[in-house]
């Protein structure tokens, strides 16, 4: 096999992000479990694989309900501060590759905002919605 044949066999990692199994992008609820999966086509294999969330590291917190697991992450009851952009990125011996940016919109319901209107404790609430 010559030079150029063996570049072609081998290249870096074609990465991309998919939401787990029934989960609907457009409806992601505060509270609910959410699964990341990064979809790797590589030859030669990946040798590592890791996240990023806006840009920074994850690594496995379970105090805040993430756990990466090989090429998945999971964001358990998921939060507002979950809310950003995730990346994979896979590594083999030819290079480094990463996904684009995956978009994690998660909606939550509404804040009561208590206005004091004046010294006897009387409240106006009103509801303010918090997407």
């Not at 040798?47 to 969330?53: A, D, G, L, R, V």
């Not at 090989?70 to 964001?75: A, R, S």
Request: hydrophobic share 35%; with cysteine.
């Amino acid at each position: 096999m010559n030079n150029l044949e063996e570049r072609l066999k081998h290249d870096k990692p074609k990465v991309s992000v998919n939401l787990g199994a029934n989960l609907n992008a457009q409806n992601i609820r505060e509270g609910i479990d959410v699964i990341l999966e990064c979809n790797v086509t590589a030859s030669p294999s990946v040798f590592e694989i890791t996240w990023t969330f806006n840009d920074k590291s994850v690594i496995s917190n379970l105090s805040d309900g993430l756990i990466v697991s090989g090429n998945f992450l999971v964001l358990q009851k998921v939060k507002r501060s979950h809310r950003g952009n995730y990346q994979c990125i896979a590594v083999n011996s030819v290079g480094e590759g990463r996904s684009n940016h995956f978009f994690l919109r998660v909606q939550y319901g509404f804040i009561v905002v208590m206005i004091s209107c004046g010294h006897n404790d009387n409240y106006e609430s009103k509801l303010r919605p918090e997407i």
